[in-house]
């Protein structure tokens, strides 16, 4: 357990529960259709495929390879300012979604890297206000 | 009876752009509105349909069509307000249009305001709704044209000189305009040694943030023939739009623009061959390398190379963006392309006239990477 990291803290709402809820447990959960089987993110709720309101959350597996790496050399929130610069990916998880992450990247080793291509592994974050919010880091192995 | 040449643009106006301290939203939509209706030689009273985009800044949101119609004294036949971003203004006209062929109304006046640079506006949004990307730092309007310029790159071999080739006409077309913001000419060594914004997006690849007004008179073909100046027709248009960011798998490519151009080729009856000169929205250079792809200019991941040798500057193949674009003329959400491609039309730019302009392409693009429009306007 990390000491709570001072980045914006989720805005709740019943839809966004249970991705929240799961966070906290160190799981990464995503609605997957209980009629058509098509895994959606960002979260909603109906499936955008089908339009069933049906839905299991399912536990991913916290992998994912990244599709693209920018690094932000400004803040474009108060939220940001002292982690710039800082990387966010867009990850393609093997399970079909897609999200947006920033890299856990504390010694800021990749911020001259290309990450394309690269294998990333969730890490969830304690930030303040007592919300954990599930980020990616680069695999090592 | 097909729409395509019979809407025509009868005036335009612009204000004076760049930073106008004490003006408003408001008061800049009106002064560019009187300049349209004088433009086109009409009256108020001959304006019957509002249709207006919200500056930034502008206090009344989706309510702003009421306050414009009021503070101008007029009753509208047919009205509203959208917003769409960079989008917006090439979307109205095209709302107008069909309210015009529908014949809910004869001559409708499309405006714009807006003081984001007096208002300090950073547009700094992050997308995603009730799960805001900004909790993981995806925030702000360059961010999403990096994902663009990076996949771009990866994908096809585009550099970061590409891009500058793109910042360096721009700059060179604004240079030819009293009207421009920016007009110190710029090398693409500039753009290189600019400061990193959003990698791999340099500051010299941003629009910029600006004050100003600007309006747009359509009415029908028939009608603006009788008016003062040339009309300039609407030959072709189209739209296309994507919602679905993540789950659309090339969403950063913007394919739905692929598809407004088709739509706006195929109505004029016209191909890439046909076109002059064209104002291609530039919110980010990465965004004029994509619009040259989907038109049809060159190949699919070329783009980059089309742009070299001065390609796309005034006295090239392919002039773009002759005013200066949303880079280096003013940051009018893509309002001046529209005035300037109904003026190259009329062949009113001087030092800047691409000779003998008979078809204009003139496309729009907002709310990021989402909504896309594209019009080719031409000789009446």
Redesign the interface.
């Known amino acids: 357990m990390n000491a709570p990291t001072k980045?914006?803290a989720?805005?709740i709402?019943a839809?966004?529960q249970p991705?929240w809820d799961a966070a906290k447990k160190r799981e990464l959960r995503m609605q997957k259709c209980a009629d058509c089987g098509h895994i959606?993110?960002?979260?909603g709720p109906v499936c955008?495929s089908c339009l069933s309101d049906k839905a299991d959350w399912v536990k991913l597996s916290g992998r994912g390879t990244v599709?693209?790496?920018?690094?932000?050399?400004?803040a474009?929130?108060s939220?940001?300012k002292e982690?710039v610069p800082?990387s966010?990916a867009?990850v393609q998880l093997p399970e079909g979604?897609?999200?947006?992450?920033?890299i856990v990247d504390p010694e800021r080793r990749y911020i001259d890297e290309d990450l394309?291509g690269r294998t990333v592994e969730v890490w969830f974050d304690l930030v303040e206000g007592d919300s954990v919010?599930p980020?990616f880091k680069v695999s090592e192995s | 009876m097909s729409i395509a040449g019979r809407i025509a643009i009868a005036g335009v106006g612009a204000t004076e752009q760049g930073t106008l301290q004490g003006r408003t939203p408001l008061d800049l939509g009106i002064d560019a509105f009187k300049r349209a209706i004088a433009d086109a030689g009409l009256r108020k009273e001959d304006i019957d349909g509002i249709l207006t985009m919200p500056g930034t800044t502008s206090p009344e949101g989706s309510l702003h069509y009421l306050r414009f119609g009021e503070a101008v004294g007029i009753n509208p036949r047919y009205t509203g307000s959208m917003t769409m971003g960079g989008a917006t203004g090439g979307c109205l006209i095209q709302m107008a249009a069909a309210a015009i062929h529908a014949g809910l109304a004869t001559t409708v006046a499309c405006v714009f305001g807006d003081t984001a640079k007096t208002g300090g506006v950073?547009f700094?949004r992050?997308s995603?709704?009730?799960?805001?990307?900004?909790?993981?730092?995806?925030?702000?309007a360059a961010?999403n044209s990096?994902?663009a310029a990076?996949?771009h790159m990866?994908e096809y071999g585009t550099t970061s000189r590409h891009l500058a080739e793109v910042a360096v006409a721009c700059r060179k077309h604004a240079a030819l305009n009293e009207n421009a913001v920016m007009r110190t000419p710029i090398t693409i060594d500039d753009h290189q040694n600019s400061?990193?914004?959003?990698?791999?997006l340099r500051l010299l690849d941003c629009c910029l943030i600006s004050d100003g007004g600007v309006c747009v008179i359509v009415t029908s073909f028939d009608r603006a023939r009788d008016l003062k100046k040339n009309p300039v027709v609407i030959a072709g248009m189209g739209q296309a739009h994507t919602t679905?960011n993540?789950?659309h798998e090339r969403w950063?490519y913007v394919p739905h623009q692929k598809q407004a151009l088709a739509d706006a080729f195929r109505t004029a009856k016209l191909g890439p061959d046909d076109i002059d000169v064209a104002q291609l929205y530039d919110n980010f250079t990465i965004s004029v390398l994509l619009w040259l792809e989907h038109a049809g200019f060159c190949k699919e991941g070329e783009a980059g190379g089309f742009v070299e040798g001065g390609r796309i500057q005034l006295g090239g193949d392919l002039p773009v963006n002759t005013a200066g674009g949303n880079l280096s003329e003013s940051y009018m959400e893509g309002w001046l392309h529209i005035v300037e491609g109904v003026r190259q039309v009329r062949r009113e730019c001087g030092n800047r006239q691409v000779p003998d302009v008979e078809n204009c392409l003139v496309t729009g693009r907002g709310m990021s990477l989402n909504c896309s429009n594209a019009m080719i306007l031409q000789r009446g």
């Open positions: 980045k914006p989720p805005q709402n839809t966004t991705f959606r993110f960002p979260i955008t599709l693209s790496h920018l690094v932000f050399h400004r474009y929130s939220a940001w982690h800082y966010v867009m979604p897609r999200m947006f992450t920033d394309v919010v980020r | 950073t700094n992050a995603g709704g009730e799960l805001s990307w900004g909790l993981w730092g995806m925030l702000g961010a990096a994902i990076d996949r990866h400061r990193p914004i959003v990698r791999p679905m993540m789950e950063w």
